[in-house]
């Protein structure tokens, strides 16, 4: 099981993390991808993080903005959100595949997902 936190409203220019706590396996065996999705569009996948903890991949809408990070002894990953724009609101997923040494921001690879975490930017 995952579960995010730590969503809500933020001004533009603000910043979020956002956390996804697993439950039930160790995400040591896992990559762990974060996904968003808005009314009207689909799922977008926006950074990753292989299980090893080494190896990312970032979408270009993120770049220089989100950082994700995990802590092993917590079995928990973080999404670091800063410079939010209005454009960032959407629901926010996490999401696991159990593979070593790659990630992927393809959603159909991922087996485990969280419930998700509203995040609005708005003054």
């Known amino acids: 099981q995952l579960v995010e936190s730590g969503g809500g409203l933020v001004q533009p220019g603000g910043s979020l993390r956002l956390s996804c706590a697993a439950s039930?396996?160790?995400?040591?065996?896992?990559?762990i991808g974060w996904f968003r999705q808005a009314p009207g569009q689909e799922r977008e996948g926006l950074v990753c993080l292989n299980a090893a903890g080494h190896s990312t991949d970032y979408a270009d809408s993120t770049l220089g903005r989100f950082t994700i990070s995990k802590d092993n002894a917590k079995n928990t990953v973080f999404l670091q959100m800063n410079s939010l724009k209005t454009d960032d609101t959407a629901v926010y997923y996490c999401?696991?595949?159990?593979?070593?040494?790659?990630?992927?921001?393809?959603?159909?690879?991922?087996?485990?997902w969280g419930q998700g975490a509203q995040v609005t930017i708005s003054s």
């Open positions: 999401a696991a595949e159990k593979t070593r040494y790659y990630c992927s921001l393809r959603s159909s690879r991922y087996t485990h």
């Open positions: 039930g396996f160790t995400l040591d065996d896992y990559a």
